[in-house]
């Protein structure tokens, strides 16, 4: 099913290059010029919101706000896109529970980047708020970060219990480093590769005779097998 992201901006221009690319790529689109046309077309529950700061009426940094105090949109993840760029709008963007912040002018790639990130770590929280995954003699239980194995709980540190748990959601698919490092570090935190390397040894490791559950395919990334 297509995902619907709703574009907030009062710049037409801006409008429909946001328009043309989403759909390019097989999303459907919402567009809202002002902040109260965002409030009520948020009530629709679109899958995404690119919301600029400065619009007409209510600003994006209230329309955020009110989006978070209403439970029925509180979960629809935000991306700011907006001309304002100090490390303070930023900060407070953030804050204010925004999951990603990006200053114009739009880079698209970055755009669809950033995008399909907040997208993973979405599916990530919904698929896993409130099951556990059993991988072989494993059982995970995200929601209070425990490992078990053997029905002995092992502590896993929270980046290497994210790409545990990363790899359990995807069992049997093969998954390159620079997935498990923007699933889990972020576009915007510089590591390399030999990073994820260095967190796969350390859950081996932890997982003891079972380490073998983890395969590593040559020059590509990681799986995790069916078992």
């Known amino acids: 099913m297509k995902k619907t992201i709703l574009i907030v901006d009062d710049e037409q221009d801006i409008v429909e290059l946001l328009e043309y690319n989403l759909k390019k790529e097989?999303?459907?689109?919402?567009?809202?010029?002002?902040?109260?046309?965002?409030i009520e077309l948020a009530n629709s529950k679109p899958d995404l919101i690119l919301l600029d700061i400065m619009i007409p009426n209510i600003n994006g940094w209230e329309v955020l706000k009110s989006l978070k105090?209403?439970?029925?949109?509180?979960?629809?993840?935000?991306?700011?896109?907006?001309?304002k760029?100090?490390?303070?709008?930023?900060?407070?963007?953030?804050?204010?529970?925004?999951?990603?912040?990006?200053?114009?002018?739009?880079?698209?790639?970055?755009?669809f980047a950033r995008i399909?990130?907040?997208?993973?770590?979405?599916?990530?929280?919904?698929?896993?708020?409130?099951?556990?995954?059993?991988?072989?003699?494993?059982?995970?239980?995200?929601d209070s970060y425990k490992v078990k194995i053997e029905d002995e709980e092992v502590y896993f540190p929270?980046?290497?219990?994210?790409?545990?748990?990363?790899?359990?959601?995807?069992?049997?698919?093969?998954?390159?480093?620079?997935?498990?490092?923007?699933?889990?570090?972020?576009?915007?935190?510089?590591?390399?590769?030999?990073?994820?390397?260095v967190h796969i040894r350390k859950i081996r490791e932890k997982l003891g005779k079972y380490a073998d559950?983890?395969?590593?395919i040559k020059s590509v990334g990681y799986r995790l097998k069916e078992v």
């Open 69 to 83: 105090k209403n439970k029925s949109t509180s979960e629809i993840p935000v991306i700011f896109l907006t001309a």
């Open 213 to 216: 559950y983890i395969e590593t």
């Open 116 to 142: 399909n990130t907040v997208f993973r770590k979405k599916e990530i929280h919904t698929d896993t708020k409130t099951q556990k995954i059993t991988v072989g003699k494993i059982e995970i239980i995200p």
């Open 26 to 38: 097989g999303y459907k689109t919402l567009v809202a010029y002002t902040g109260s046309e965002a």
């Open 85 to 111: 760029g100090s490390e303070i709008d930023e900060v407070l963007g953030l804050e204010l529970g925004a999951d990603d912040y990006i200053v114009k002018p739009i880079s698209i790639p970055k755009l």
């Open 158 to 197: 929270n980046k290497e219990f994210k790409i545990l748990l990363y790899l359990a959601m995807n069992q049997g698919k093969v998954i390159n480093r620079e997935t498990l490092l923007n699933a889990v570090w972020g576009n915007d935190v510089y590591v390399v590769d030999r990073t994820v390397d």
